[in-house]
């Protein structure tokens, strides 16, 4: 079993900064692939990136990709969304997910554990 917390949201302006953390319990964290997923109201829960269990490997949404950095520490069982150049459309709901399968995933139904999820909103 993994419990996982996000933190790190808040309201930003456009083209500024922000870094989300995802604190993982379980002494298995490092076997996970990570992914970060976003819901904004009334829209489908979207990819945004996804780590393999070493942090050697990732993948982006094309939305984010250039702007966005998924990076993990297994030593502190966190994974990590920094997010720079943020625009309004990043509004949202930002969940972090773990497979522990260990595949590098994109679609929500192929992870098994979900955190809470933390607000972002970019003003314009």
């Known amino acids: 079993q993994v419990q996982l917390v996000e933190s790190g949201g808040g309201l930003v302006q456009a083209g500024g900064s922000l870094r989300l953390s995802c604190a993982a319990s379980?002494?298995?964290?490092?076997?996970?692939?990570m992914g970060w997923f976003r819901q904004a109201p009334g829209n489908e829960r979207e990819f945004v990136a996804v780590?393999?269990?070493?942090?050697?490997?990732?993948y982006y949404a094309d939305s984010v990709k250039g702007r966005f950095t998924i990076s993990r520490d297994n030593t502190k069982n966190t994974v990590y969304l920094q997010m720079n150049s943020l625009k309004p459309e990043d509004t949202a709901v930002y969940y972090c997910?773990?497979?522990?399968?260990?595949?590098?995933?994109?679609?929500?139904?192929?992870?098994?554990?979900w955190g809470q999820g933390t607000q972002v909103t970019v003003s314009s």
């Open positions: 997910a773990a497979d522990s399968r260990g595949y590098m995933a994109t679609l929500p139904d192929d992870y098994n554990y």
């Open positions: 780590i393999n269990w070493s942090g050697g490997s990732t």
């Open positions: 379980g002494r298995t964290f490092s076997r996970y692939a």
